[in-house]
Protein backbone atom coordinates (compact mmCIF):
# COMPACT_ATOMS: atom_id res chain seq x y z
CA UNK A 1 0.00 0.00 0.00
CA UNK A 2 1.04 3.43 -0.70
CA UNK A 3 2.12 5.56 2.28
CA UNK A 4 0.98 8.58 1.16
CA UNK A 5 -3.04 8.82 -0.77
CA UNK A 6 -4.46 11.44 -2.02
CA UNK A 7 -8.32 11.59 -3.19
CA UNK A 8 -9.82 12.25 -5.98
CA UNK A 9 -7.14 11.75 -8.10
CA UNK A 10 -8.60 13.75 -10.78
CA UNK A 11 -11.70 15.85 -10.56
CA UNK A 12 -13.45 18.13 -12.51
CA UNK A 13 -15.53 21.39 -10.93
CA UNK A 14 -17.15 24.34 -11.88
CA UNK A 15 -16.82 28.25 -11.13
CA UNK A 16 -17.86 28.45 -7.52
CA UNK A 17 -17.93 25.32 -6.46
CA UNK A 18 -16.85 23.88 -3.19
CA UNK A 19 -14.27 21.27 -3.46
CA UNK A 20 -11.88 19.20 -1.00
CA UNK A 21 -8.24 17.25 -1.58
CA UNK A 22 -7.66 14.70 1.18
CA UNK A 23 -4.19 13.45 1.82
CA UNK A 24 -3.80 10.65 4.52
CA UNK A 25 -0.26 8.99 4.93
CA UNK A 26 1.12 5.67 7.18
CA UNK A 27 4.24 6.97 7.15
CA UNK A 28 3.75 8.67 10.94
CA UNK A 29 5.06 11.49 10.10
CA UNK A 30 4.46 14.90 11.95
CA UNK A 31 4.95 17.55 9.30
CA UNK A 32 2.46 17.59 6.19
CA UNK A 33 2.28 19.99 3.21
CA UNK A 34 -0.11 20.54 0.24
CA UNK A 35 1.90 22.26 -3.23
CA UNK A 36 0.42 22.71 -6.11
CA UNK A 37 2.35 22.18 -9.85
CA UNK A 38 1.87 24.70 -12.77
CA UNK A 39 3.56 24.23 -15.43
CA UNK A 40 6.68 26.25 -15.89
CA UNK A 41 6.43 26.91 -12.29
CA UNK A 42 7.68 23.75 -10.18
CA UNK A 43 5.73 23.36 -6.93
CA UNK A 44 4.43 26.12 -5.12
CA UNK A 45 4.22 25.52 -1.46
CA UNK A 46 0.53 26.63 0.07
CA UNK A 47 -0.11 25.38 3.36
CA UNK A 48 1.91 23.41 6.11
CA UNK A 49 1.64 21.96 9.11
CA UNK A 50 4.19 20.38 11.93
CA UNK A 51 1.47 18.68 13.51
CA UNK A 52 -2.17 18.95 14.35
CA UNK A 53 -2.32 22.21 16.15
CA UNK A 54 0.19 23.35 13.74
CA UNK A 55 -1.14 25.28 10.54
CA UNK A 56 0.88 27.98 8.96
CA UNK A 57 0.47 29.44 5.44
CA UNK A 58 2.77 29.11 2.47
CA UNK A 59 3.59 31.01 -0.56
CA UNK A 60 0.20 31.05 -2.05
CA UNK A 61 -2.66 30.07 0.33
CA UNK A 62 -5.17 33.10 -0.98
CA UNK A 63 -8.29 30.93 -2.15
CA UNK A 64 -7.12 27.30 0.16
CA UNK A 65 -8.11 26.35 3.44
CA UNK A 66 -6.38 23.24 5.07
CA UNK A 67 -7.83 20.94 8.09
CA UNK A 68 -5.42 19.27 9.96
CA UNK A 69 -8.27 16.16 11.25
CA UNK A 70 -5.70 14.07 12.83
CA UNK A 71 -1.99 13.57 12.35
CA UNK A 72 -2.32 11.29 9.39
CA UNK A 73 -4.98 13.22 7.53
CA UNK A 74 -4.75 17.00 5.64
CA UNK A 75 -6.90 18.04 3.87
CA UNK A 76 -6.94 21.22 1.48
CA UNK A 77 -10.06 23.07 0.42
CA UNK A 78 -11.08 25.30 -2.13
CA UNK A 79 -14.06 27.11 -0.66
CA UNK A 80 -14.98 28.80 -4.39
CA UNK A 81 -12.99 27.27 -7.42
CA UNK A 82 -11.97 29.34 -9.82
CA UNK A 83 -10.14 28.62 -13.10
CA UNK A 84 -7.13 29.42 -12.69
CA UNK A 85 -6.79 27.06 -9.88
CA UNK A 86 -6.74 24.20 -12.43
CA UNK A 87 -3.37 22.56 -11.46
CA UNK A 88 -2.36 19.36 -10.03
CA UNK A 89 -1.97 19.13 -6.33
CA UNK A 90 0.83 17.44 -4.39
CA UNK A 91 0.40 16.29 -0.77
CA UNK A 92 3.57 15.62 0.86
CA UNK A 93 5.23 14.74 4.49
CA UNK A 94 8.86 14.56 5.96
CA UNK A 95 10.17 14.51 9.37
CA UNK A 96 12.99 16.49 10.84
CA UNK A 97 14.97 13.31 10.54
CA UNK A 98 13.87 12.34 7.05
CA UNK A 99 17.18 11.96 5.19
CA UNK A 100 15.21 12.00 1.81
CA UNK A 101 13.03 14.84 2.22
CA UNK A 102 9.70 14.97 1.61
CA UNK A 103 7.83 11.97 0.77
CA UNK A 104 4.99 13.21 -1.97
CA UNK A 105 1.78 11.35 -2.56
CA UNK A 106 0.89 10.90 -6.02
CA UNK A 107 -0.91 13.76 -7.13
CA UNK A 108 -4.59 15.41 -7.58
CA UNK A 109 -5.86 16.67 -11.25
CA UNK A 110 -7.63 19.59 -10.70
CA UNK A 111 -10.30 20.93 -13.36
CA UNK A 112 -11.65 24.13 -12.66
CA UNK A 113 -13.91 24.97 -15.53
CA UNK B 1 14.70 34.10 1.22
CA UNK B 2 15.18 31.43 -0.61
CA UNK B 3 15.47 30.82 -3.79
CA UNK B 4 16.14 28.13 -6.55
CA UNK B 5 16.71 28.30 -10.03
CA UNK B 6 16.64 26.15 -12.81
CA UNK B 7 17.11 27.91 -16.04
CA UNK B 8 17.54 25.23 -18.72
CA UNK B 9 13.35 24.87 -19.31
CA UNK B 10 13.84 21.80 -21.75
CA UNK B 11 16.77 19.90 -22.83
CA UNK B 12 16.72 17.41 -25.85
CA UNK B 13 19.33 14.59 -26.42
CA UNK B 14 19.91 11.45 -28.31
CA UNK B 15 20.21 8.11 -26.07
CA UNK B 16 23.73 7.49 -24.94
CA UNK B 17 24.60 11.28 -24.58
CA UNK B 18 25.42 12.51 -21.55
CA UNK B 19 23.64 15.77 -19.95
CA UNK B 20 23.64 18.21 -17.67
CA UNK B 21 20.81 19.64 -15.54
CA UNK B 22 21.69 22.95 -13.96
CA UNK B 23 20.49 23.74 -10.72
CA UNK B 24 21.64 27.56 -9.00
CA UNK B 25 20.47 28.38 -5.41
CA UNK B 26 19.99 31.19 -3.05
CA UNK B 27 20.02 30.84 0.79
CA UNK B 28 21.27 33.29 3.42
CA UNK B 29 20.93 29.74 5.66
CA UNK B 30 24.90 28.69 6.53
CA UNK B 31 23.33 25.12 6.81
CA UNK B 32 20.99 24.01 4.00
CA UNK B 33 19.44 20.79 1.96
CA UNK B 34 19.59 20.28 -1.62
CA UNK B 35 17.52 17.85 -3.48
CA UNK B 36 16.76 16.20 -6.75
CA UNK B 37 13.34 14.69 -7.89
CA UNK B 38 12.68 12.97 -10.86
CA UNK B 39 8.75 13.35 -12.51
CA UNK B 40 8.83 10.91 -14.88
CA UNK B 41 5.41 11.28 -17.53
CA UNK B 42 3.54 9.37 -15.05
CA UNK B 43 3.14 12.32 -12.75
CA UNK B 44 4.80 11.21 -9.58
CA UNK B 45 7.39 12.32 -7.77
CA UNK B 46 10.56 10.62 -7.16
CA UNK B 47 13.27 11.12 -4.62
CA UNK B 48 16.84 10.97 -6.08
CA UNK B 49 18.93 12.55 -3.79
CA UNK B 50 19.92 14.78 -0.94
CA UNK B 51 23.09 17.06 -0.07
CA UNK B 52 23.95 18.83 3.13
CA UNK B 53 25.29 22.18 3.03
CA UNK B 54 28.74 20.87 4.80
CA UNK B 55 29.51 18.11 2.48
CA UNK B 56 31.12 18.84 -0.44
CA UNK B 57 31.42 15.57 -1.59
CA UNK B 58 30.37 15.04 -5.01
CA UNK B 59 28.14 11.80 -5.49
CA UNK B 60 28.14 8.91 -8.06
CA UNK B 61 24.95 6.67 -8.24
CA UNK B 62 25.27 4.17 -11.55
CA UNK B 63 24.52 6.63 -14.69
CA UNK B 64 23.49 10.05 -11.89
CA UNK B 65 26.25 12.23 -10.75
CA UNK B 66 25.76 15.42 -8.65
CA UNK B 67 28.31 18.30 -8.30
CA UNK B 68 27.94 20.40 -5.64
CA UNK B 69 29.85 24.00 -5.36
CA UNK B 70 29.40 26.06 -2.43
CA UNK B 71 31.30 28.69 -4.28
CA UNK B 72 28.90 29.06 -6.99
CA UNK B 73 26.13 28.21 -5.02
CA UNK B 74 25.31 25.58 -7.78
CA UNK B 75 23.99 21.77 -7.78
CA UNK B 76 24.36 20.08 -10.89
CA UNK B 77 22.92 17.03 -12.25
CA UNK B 78 24.95 15.20 -14.89
CA UNK B 79 23.12 12.14 -16.75
CA UNK B 80 25.80 9.81 -18.28
CA UNK B 81 24.95 7.55 -21.32
CA UNK B 82 21.17 8.65 -21.21
CA UNK B 83 18.21 6.16 -21.77
CA UNK B 84 14.77 6.71 -23.00
CA UNK B 85 13.52 5.68 -19.63
CA UNK B 86 15.58 9.30 -18.29
CA UNK B 87 12.49 11.35 -19.95
CA UNK B 88 11.29 13.48 -17.17
CA UNK B 89 11.25 16.83 -15.66
CA UNK B 90 14.06 17.20 -13.26
CA UNK B 91 13.76 19.24 -10.06
CA UNK B 92 15.95 20.97 -8.10
CA UNK B 93 15.22 21.64 -3.92
CA UNK B 94 16.26 23.47 -1.22
CA UNK B 95 15.33 23.28 2.75
CA UNK B 96 16.86 24.73 5.75
CA UNK B 97 16.53 21.35 7.62
CA UNK B 98 15.93 17.59 6.08
CA UNK B 99 12.05 17.45 7.00
CA UNK B 100 11.70 21.21 6.33
CA UNK B 101 9.42 23.20 3.66
CA UNK B 102 11.11 22.88 0.35
CA UNK B 103 11.35 25.49 -1.78
CA UNK B 104 11.86 24.10 -5.54
CA UNK B 105 12.91 25.25 -8.93
CA UNK B 106 10.94 25.86 -12.14
CA UNK B 107 11.69 22.17 -13.42
CA UNK B 108 13.90 20.72 -16.49
CA UNK B 109 12.04 18.30 -18.58
CA UNK B 110 14.69 16.06 -20.53
CA UNK B 111 13.79 14.28 -23.73
CA UNK B 112 15.78 11.21 -24.66
CA UNK B 113 14.66 10.43 -28.12
CA UNK B 114 16.16 6.62 -29.06
Known amino acids: DADVTQTPRNRITKTGKRIMLECSQTKGHDRMYWYRQDPGLGLQLIYYSFDVKDINKGEISDGYSVSRQAQAKFSLSLESAIPNQTALYFC????????????FGPGTRLTVL | AQKVTQAQTEISVVEKEDVTLDCVYETRDTTYYLFWYKQPPSGELVFLIR??????QNEISGRYSWNFQKSTSSFNFTITASQVVDSAVYFC???????????FGAGTRLTVKP
Open chain 2, 93 to 103: ALSEAPGSDMR
Open chain 2, 51 to 56: RNSFDE
Open chain 1, 92 to 103: ATSDLGTRSGQF
